[in-house]
């Protein structure tokens, strides 16, 4: 009798046993974790993405201020090693084309000039039109310091047209802004030397940029005079060359830079390779 109460007893207590595990199977794993043990790798990480963010924009910053300087072989290197690290980046390629177009200016072959320039045909009237691929490439920049404040465009472009083999030399000059100017006219001064230029027909545009901000575009473009064209060769061989932009009631002043510089010098070459006639120098 008293074995059997014993197995019994045994019995008993294993169905207990058996039952507990079951029911500890079943519960959630992270039910029994009352204060789960924090992970130290996160505030890390966190830390790591802002303090990558904080980098990547001091980058953009610096590089923005190598361009701004001119000082493109470092501007090209630097714009490499970012690329390397924030292959995304949309300064980056920018700078780089941009810096690499600027060193090749050391060589003037003819060969070398047409590789920065672009041709386009427009095929309603037959005008074939050569461009610096410059053009346009500054205007997010803001690498044109005017005398009151940053210039968001490129005021001066020079460009030949082309028609029935005869090659034109055109200037274009564009005011950018929130606000009308009504520009009639334009100063430049290369080193000592004065240029002016009034008279002008300059033509109003619109458009809205990402902000919602209404941005104004007021342009003229003529045809170089003989006198233009003085102008021309004394800013692509100037250490200074300024230009201002005459309004009814305001003037705007801009720099003309190294950008300026090799853009003027290649269309004038391109333009005497393709047969015209610039005047001699005295």
Not at 5 to 33: F, H, I, M, Y
Not at 111 to 116: H, K, L
Not at 161 to 184: K, M, Q
Not at 203 to 229: G, P, Y
Request: glycine fraction near 6%.
């Amino acid at each position: 009798m008293e074995n059997r109460e014993r197995r019994g007893k045994s019995v008993r207590n294993l169905w207990v046993l058996l039952g507990l595990l079951v029911l500890g199977g079943c519960q959630d794993p992270s039910a029994t974790v009352e204060n789960p043990a924090p992970d130290p790798y996160a505030s890390t990480a966190s830390a790591d993405i802002e303090q990558t963010k904080a980098e990547h924009e001091g980058d953009d910053e610096r590089l923005y201020a190598l361009m701004k300087n001119q000082d493109f072989s470092k501007a090209l290197d630097y714009a490499t090693r970012i690329n390397k690290r924030f292959p995304n980046d949309e300064l980056v390629p920018q700078a780089r084309y941009i810096s690499s177009l600027m060193l090749s200016g050391a060589a003037t072959t003819q060969s070398v000039v047409s590789d920065r320039i672009i041709e386009t045909t427009d095929k309603f009237t037959g005008v074939t039109f050569y461009n610096h691929k410059l053009r346009g490439l500054l205007q997010d920049m803001s690498l044109h310091m005017a005398d009151t404040d940053f210039y968001f465009g490129d005021p001066l472009n020079v460009y030949v047209a082309a028609r029935d083999g005869t090659p034109h030399l055109c200037i274009e000059v564009t005011y950018t802004s929130s606000a009308w100017l009504f520009p009639n006219g334009v100063i430049v001064l290369a080193d000592n030397t004065r240029f002016e230029r009034y008279g002008l027909d300059f033509i109003d545009q619109r458009s809205t940029i990402a902000d919602s901000d209404m941005r104004l575009s007021e342009k003229a473009h003529w045809e170089a005079t003989v006198r233009d064209v003085e102008m021309l060769q004394a800013i692509s061989s100037a250490s200074l060359s300024q230009l201002r932009i005459c309004g009814r009631s305001d003037n705007r002043d801009f720099y003309l830079t190294a950008y300026d510089k090799l853009m003027v010098q290649d269309m004038l070459t391109t333009f005497t390779s393709l047969g015209g006639q610039l005047p001699k120098e005295n």
